[in-house]
């Protein structure tokens, strides 16, 4: 099993562990090449830096857009990135995604929906139509402590839940961040030349809008939370909360618009206060910001009816719906 002692942001330097890591992900790949899959959260931008500087052009990147990311997600991640040499290819996978979600409601049958469909059906078959034997991964700690803990099953990790990838997938998977949490992961991003807009930004889930959504996901859903999710990104970006996010529910309430009984959407908006995420207590909003987000929300989003504010801590909540 992998070391995964922490590594402190106290503990961290960040040279010393950027060229360490180099120097593992060479000596792990040798001459031959690695494959990962960016999502332009901090996590994945990390490991695609370390990647890159341990085998330059051998890295190959891949964005692959499930059609459940945020809005015009994949043609800016691959531009900061080109920005930095480092070339990303955007592999449309959006109806595969969301054929696997059809139907499905439990949150974790959605979760391994998304894993099947990420790492056996599209990331298999790029491995294999390249000549790569590793995966690198942008695994933390905090992603092993809560799937051992069996709080939420994080749809990156493997060998806790006693899943060979190579058997299973064809592939080795390599985690150069699983000593950290995700400040530290912040600091690395930062050193290795991210943007801010990089290596600050609020976490996002592997599940993406997925997460979002309570119920089925169907593309009409996940474009109503990406709506939404511009909104509440929009006003909340100037607080300095962890995270923040819009959910979309299932049940409907009764509304009314111009006039008439509109039986409607509800998003609940999130905004969490932590450190690590382990654990969370909602920011306290003023009154202002709260009723400019149901003003836009109501507006600007099409069936949206009600807008509430989560309230409850984590525990016993967790920072996503699902
Ligand atoms: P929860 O909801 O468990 O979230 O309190 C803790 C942190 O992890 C993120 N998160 C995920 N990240 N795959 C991920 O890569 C997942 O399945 C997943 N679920 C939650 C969440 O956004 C929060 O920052």
Do not use: C
């Amino acid at each position: 099993m992998a070391n995964t002692k922490e590594i402190t942001v106290k503990e961290l330097n960040t040279q010393k562990f950027i060229e360490e890591k180099a120097r593992e992900i060479s000596a792990l790949v040798g001459s031959g090449a690695a494959i990962n899959a960016l999502s332009g959260g901090v996590d994945s931008s990390a490991v695609t830096m370390l990647g890159h500087k341990a085998l330059g052009d051998r890295l190959k990147t891949y964005f692959i857009d499930n059609g459940i990311m945020r809005e015009g997600e994949p043609e800016r991640i691959v531009s900061i990135f080109k920005k930095l040499g480092v070339r990303v290819e955007i592999v449309n996978a959006q109806d595969k995604f969301l054929s696997a979600l059809k139907g499905v409601t439990d949150p974790e049958e959605k979760r391994e929906a998304i894993t099947q469909t990420f790492y056996k059906d599209v990331f298999a078959k790029l491995v294999k139509e390249s000549d790569a034997k590793y995966l690198l991964q942008g695994t933390i700690l905090t992603d092993i402590d809560e799937t051992v803990a069996g709080i939420k099953r994080q749809h990156n990790v493997f060998e806790q839940l006693g899943i060979d990838p190579e058997e299973a997938f064809g592939y080795k998977i390599i985690e150069p961040l699983v000593r950290l949490r995700k400040d530290g992961v912040r600091k690395i991003a930062e050193a290795t030349g991210l943007p801010e807009s990089i290596y600050n930004r609020i976490p996002f889930p592997g599940p993406a809008l997925a997460a979002r959504v309570v119920g089925e996901v169907t593309r009409e859903k996940i474009a109503v939370v990406r709506k939404a999710t511009i909104i509440v990104e929009d006003i909340l970006s100037s607080t300095r909360a962890f995270q923040y996010m819009a959910i979309l529910h299932e049940d409907r309430v009764t509304g009314m618009r111009d006039g008439k009984r509109d039986f409607g959407l509800q998003i609940e908006v999130r905004s969490w206060d932590s450190i690590d995420a382990r654990k969370a207590t909602p920011t306290r909003l003023s009154y202002d910001i709260l009723f400019k987000l149901s003003e836009r929300i109501t507006k600007e989003v099409p069936g949206v009816v009600s807008v509430t504010y989560n309230i409850a801590t984590k525990p016993p909540s967790t920072i996503e719906v699902i």
